[in-house]
Nanobody, 123 residues
């Protein structure tokens, strides 16, 4: 099982930037994709971005393309989500997850989740 710990959330004004980190431990990550999802109060957990550990292929939700960048540091077993040009509608709890399947934008495929980190964007 992969253990995941997120960090880097906070309060930022619209147009600002934040970088989230997700540190992974417990298993070799070569078979996994690591992804970010977000969940606003009263809403479902939505896909944001993902990266395949082996090869580095990246995936993004349309709502964040051009603003968010996902990357990984192999040596640190850490995935990052750089969020620029933040909007109030980006406000949510952001979760990092580990996916062993083919469809990285489906939350049901994820077998491990972190505890989440709050991102709040003020207008």
């Amino acid at each position: 099982q992969v253990q995941l710990v997120e960090s880097g959330g906070g309060l930022v004004q619209a147009g600002g930037s934040l970088r989230l980190s997700c540190a992974a431990s417990g298993r070799t990550l070569s078979s996994y994709a690591l992804g970010w999802f977000r969940q606003a109060p009263g809403k479902e957990r939505d896909f944001v971005a993902a990266i395949r550990w082996n090869g580095g292929t990246t995936y993004y939700a349309d709502s964040v393309k051009g603003r968010f960048t996902i990357s990984r540091d192999n040596a640190k077993n850490t995935v990052y989500l750089q969020m620029n040009s933040l909007k109030p509608e980006d406000t949510a709890v952001y979760y990092c997850g580990a996916d062993i399947g083919d469809y990285v934008d489906f939350a049901y495929e994820y077998i491990s989740w972190g505890q989440g980190t709050q991102v709040t964007v003020s207008s």
